[in-house]
């Protein structure tokens, strides 16, 4: 609950974060005021946020799916756009027949936050989520908790069980996709508080996608799905590559959301 609420307050602290470039001051004040316990944290909070530290590294959570996710500095922060990801890995997920749990990875986790709406979403779900970073692994591990759920540190595939090869019902990545020259045009939010490994998608933007996309065969099982977060812009690429590796590709996009997310599926 909010210690203080005065409109005073509040308009002088819409001021404040208007001042300093936030966009939605207002919905941020609001978010401020209700997270601070006392005064003084909420001096300390708009501060790091006046000095740039993005909203949810103040607060320390974000709001995906309807789920509140940790994040920590230095984390990766998951975007509304990716919302859009889950939902359709969710629903191929809900298809797996009837008699066993879907089994699904998600690659690149960052926070978790996809494969946490998944294993909230999906009943009876082997859930297994990678990140190369220990400092997303160690906040994916307090959003990805439960039954059937496993995090692990390493690079794409390599800490992956070997079990799991062939077993694959679903595999998401929203490996990184910023062309490396384009990082620099970043909003200081994001270049300046966020891992670089979690941005730089190489030379064109799609490096670490290749890279999921030339390994998936291995991983999946018959008649499952590869789904890739891009950019309108990269997914005829990201769709050729697909079919270049034997899956058939399709690409779905959310208006509302400016998210694109291609859709691969095994024979």
Not at 60 to 83: D, M, S, Y
Not at 162 to 181: F, I, M, Q, S
Not at 231 to 239: D, F, G, H, K, N
Request: aromatic share 4%; with cysteine.
């Amino acid at each position: 609950m909010p210690v203080f609420s005065s409109s005073r307050l509040r308009s002088a602290l819409v001021t404040r974060l208007r001042a300093s470039g936030c966009v939605f001051a207002e919905d941020e004040a609001r978010l401020l005021l209700s997270a601070a316990r006392t005064p003084a944290e909420l001096a300390v909070m708009v501060g790091r946020r006046v000095a740039g530290l993005p909203l949810e590294h103040v607060v320390g959570w974000a709001e995906f799916c309807g789920l509140r996710i940790a994040v920590g500095p230095g984390v990766f922060v998951p975007r509304r756009r990716t919302e859009f990801l889950a939902r359709q890995a969710t629903d191929l997920a809900r298809r797996v027949p009837a008699g066993r749990g879907a089994v699904v990875v998600d690659l690149c986790c960052g926070s978790g936050a996809v494969g946490a709406a998944l294993a909230a979403a999906v009943r009876g779900v082997e859930l297994h989520a990678a990140d190369i970073d220990p400092a997303a692994v160690r906040c994916a591990r307090r959003n990805i908790t439960g039954p059937g759920t496993h995090v692990h540190e390493g690079d794409l595939y390599a800490p992956l069980p070997a079990a799991l090869r062939g077993r694959v019902d679903v595999l998401v990545a929203n490996a990184p996709y910023v062309p490396t020259d384009a990082i620099g045009l970043l909003p200081p939010e994001a270049r300046d508080h966020e891992p670089q490994v979690a941005l730089d998608g190489g030379t064109d933007g799609l490096a670490v996608q290749r890279r999921v996309t030339d390994a998936a065969r291995h991983w999946l099982a018959p008649g499952g799905h590869l789904l890739i977060e891009t950019s309108e812009r990269q997914a005829p690429e990201t769709a050729a590559a697909f079919t270049r590796n034997g899956l058939t590709a399709r690409v779905a996009a959310c208006d509302e959301l400016d998210a694109t997310v291609v859709i691969g599926t095994m024979p």
